[in-house]
């Protein structure tokens, strides 16, 4: 996850367009009204004796964008950006066969992308791939099968790497089971998302 859209994870899709039961505004209603001024020497808007602005803070402000072509309800894959890192998140459906570690025929496709991408920033930071599972299942079993995705991803995403000429990379290879979800395991296609493979590294100069 062409790569699908910023880990970066990546964050659920739009909502499908719906049919609206409630009438649009009748023309005839009036307009709304314009704000209330704000009279800006009120002594109610000024800093009591001594006190100051706290100093400026930079916020690490995340944008999600999803191009799933499945449907937006199911993103199958998932970037999300921020300030510092970028995160890809791969759904485990599209990985791999169900209960199993060996990966997709299309799925090597996805990873070479995300492959270009980290050469294309030219990273030098380690990159993490961890594997996460819902809660179906023993937890023992979620750990060992997350752990085996994760490095099965890893190992074509190194393979991938150094045919483009970048065999440098450090990686961080981990399964961390049912923990973490990022959706709600009540419901199958929160369970979806939480089945995922994510791909995060941070770009140099973030």
Not at 34 to 56: M, Y
Not at 82 to 100: G, H
Request: hydrophobic share 35%.
């Amino acid at each position: 996850m062409a790569v699908g859209a910023v880990v970066l994870v990546i964050a659920a899709g739009a909502v499908p367009a719906v049919a609206d039961d409630n009438p649009p505004p009748s023309a005839g209603e009036p307009a709304p009204t314009a704000p209330v001024p704000i009279d800006t020497a009120s002594p109610g808007l000024r800093l009591s004796a001594g006190a100051t602005l706290a100093p400026p803070k930079v916020l690490d402000i995340v944008s999600v964008t999803d191009q799933s072509t499945v449907s937006a309800g199911k993103p199958e894959q998932r970037q999300e950006t921020s300030n510092s890192t970028v995160t890809y998140a791969l759904q485990s459906e599209v990985l791999f066969p169900k209960d199993s570690a060996t990966l997709s025929p299309t799925a090597t496709s996805r990873i070479q992308a995300i492959a270009k991408d980290i050469n294309t920033r030219h990273v030098t930071s380690p990159i993490r791939v961890f594997g996460f599972t819902d809660d179906l299942g023993s937890s023992e079993h979620g750990d060992v099968l997350s752990k085996a995705r994760a490095q099965a991803v890893y190992k074509v995403l190194a393979m991938q790497l150094t045919a483009l000429g970048d065999p440098s990379h450090t990686f961080q290879v981990r399964g961390y089971g049912e923990d973490y979800p990022i959706a709600d395991n009540s419901s199958e296609s929160g369970r979806e998302q939480n089945r995922r493979v994510e791909i995060t590294f941070t770009p140099p100069g973030a």
